[in-house]
């Protein structure tokens, strides 16, 4: 049973364009949903992250947007560069935060000029 | 990062030999965690850590053990490698304290067994 699915598995968007990553949720106790970004040869790291208590959270180029009652958030990439060609992948866990967090399955995103 | 180091970084065992991999934190946080990262699945947790000795199953356990006798090392161990293990391995760590959920992520142990 997956807990977070995510979509698409692959995205290439042009320069500038706007890249968009969905996931959706199973679990109602989730309340915390971040993202993460890795480059190949890195691990993971935080991009941005969000809690249920608001919709929308922006941090530079980058935007959660969070929908409780469809159970489903996502990522926007505005203006989206080449350097942000990675993979992406969204993960949800409850309170209390010694939980672990479940990850979705991630999205290769290239940016081509 | 949070001061993390894997060890070794890469490594090409052959079907049955026991493995051990080696997670090393400098941050004196509490939670540690062991993924496995394979194409098409994501990253999935394996063992995870809440306190030196306090170890708990994740979602794909089977064929894997853990160790932590220091706050900063948690071992992740192959009993007896097998051609299904062969992936790269994550280790993670977390803060205890305030609000704070962030998991930090170390470079990774690319894993082969031939």
């Known amino acids: 049973q997956q807990q977070v699915k995510q979509s698409p598995q692959s995205l290439i968007v042009q320069k500038g364009g706007i890249s968009i990553i969905n996931c959706a949720y199973e679990n109602t106790a989730f309340d915390y949903f971040p993202w993460y970004q890795q480059f190949p040869g890195k691990g993971p790291a935080l991009l941005i992250a969000?809690?249920?208590?608001?919709s929308e959270k922006k941090e530079g180029r980058f935007t959660i947007s969070f929908n409780k009652s469809a159970k489903q958030f996502s990522l926007h990439i505005m203006d989206s560069q080449p350097g942000d060609s990675a993979t992406y992948f969204c993960?949800?866990?409850?309170?209390?935060?010694?939980?672990?967090?479940?990850f979705g399955k991630g999205t290769r995103l290239s940016v081509i000029a | 990062d949070a001061g993390i180091t894997q060890s070794p970084r890469h490594k090409v065992t052959e079907t049955g030999t026991p493995v051990t991999l080696r997670c090393h934190q400098t941050e004196n946080h509490r939670y540690m965690y062991w993924y496995r990262q394979d194409p098409g699945h994501g990253l999935r947790l394996i063992h995870y850590s809440y306190g030196v000795k306090d170890t708990d199953k994740g979602e794909v356990s089977d064929g894997y053990s853990v160790s932590r006798s220091k706050t900063e090392d948690f071992l992740l161990t192959l009993e007896s490698a097998t051609s299904s293990q062969t992936s790269v391995y994550f280790c993670a760590t977390k803060a205890t304290s305030g609000e704070s959920y962030e998991q930090y992520f170390g470079p990774g142990t690319r894993l082969t067994v031939t």
């Open positions: 969000i809690r249920p208590d608001v």
């Open positions: 993960a949800a866990s409850k309170s209390p935060g010694n939980t672990p967090l479940v």
